[in-house]
């Protein structure tokens, strides 16, 4: 089968990592994927902040439990964001699942396509991650804590700007566990028309 559909049937969430830090090269290949993704207009507005830095880690570990404490779940709510709330309420929740490295996906406030090209930038970097035998795995944690001004106002210094809204993240790091058998699809349907 060729290689690119080889990877990305390969792709796996990955939820734990070891300690060990990718290298620079690793990392930079990585970031460049995603810079490679398609845009809508060829806007190219996507941000990445790349956080690597263990005590700002934890800080923003700690802020995003505390903020996900302060919530109250309501009937219809997203059940993933009802399962954050949970946990945080619980005590000990880890939203990046201690990656070594967290990276932030944002776009500009109020475009039309910042979730759709922050998405593309997303999926190539896992991709690219696979490929490389890095674990990744879609964090959306900090997308639900968008408005959230304590958050914004942690990540404002870190070089997210006022103009931009978070759209997702990604957790990247050497994956813990053996490799993962690729998860069968049953859903995503299809419909021909020829
Ligand atoms: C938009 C989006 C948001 C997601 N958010 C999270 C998340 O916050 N935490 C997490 O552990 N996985 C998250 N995931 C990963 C999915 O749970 C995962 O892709 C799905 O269960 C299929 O498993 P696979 O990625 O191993 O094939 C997210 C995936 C997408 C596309």
């Not at 620079?24 to 956080?51: C, F, K, M, R, W």
């Not at 996900?68 to 939203?95: P, T, W």
């Not at 696979?130 to 997308?143: A, E, R, V, Y």
Request: negative net charge.
């Amino acid at each position: 089968m060729n290689e690119v559909i080889q990877t990305i049937k390969k792709r796996r969430s990955v939820r734990k990592y070891k300690s060990e830090q990718l290298s620079d090269h690793e990392l930079y290949a990585i970031l460049e994927s995603g810079q490679y993704a398609p845009s809508g207009g060829n806007n190219q507005t996507s941000h990445l902040i790349v956080i690597q830095k263990e005590e700002i880690l934890k800080e923003l570990k700690d802020l995003v439990e505390q903020e996900f404490s302060k919530m109250e779940v309501y009937e219809g709510m997203y059940k993933s964001l009802v399962a954050s709330i949970n946990a945080s309420k619980r005590g000990g929740y880890d939203f990046y699942y201690n990656a070594p490295t967290l990276v932030i996906a944002a776009n500009r406030k109020g475009y039309g396509n910042a979730i759709a090209d922050c998405s593309c930038v997303l999926e190539n970097m896992m991709l690219a991650a696979t490929s490389l035998n890095i674990g990744s795995c879609w964090i959306n944690q900090l997308h639900w804590l968008d408005e959230n001004p304590v958050i914004r106002q942690f990540l404002i210094p870190l070089g997210l700007s006022e103009e931009e809204t978070i759209c997702g993240g990604l957790a990247l790091g050497y994956p813990e566990l053996r490799e993962q058998t690729s998860l069968k699809r049953t859903g995503n349907s299809i419909t021909m028309v020829r």
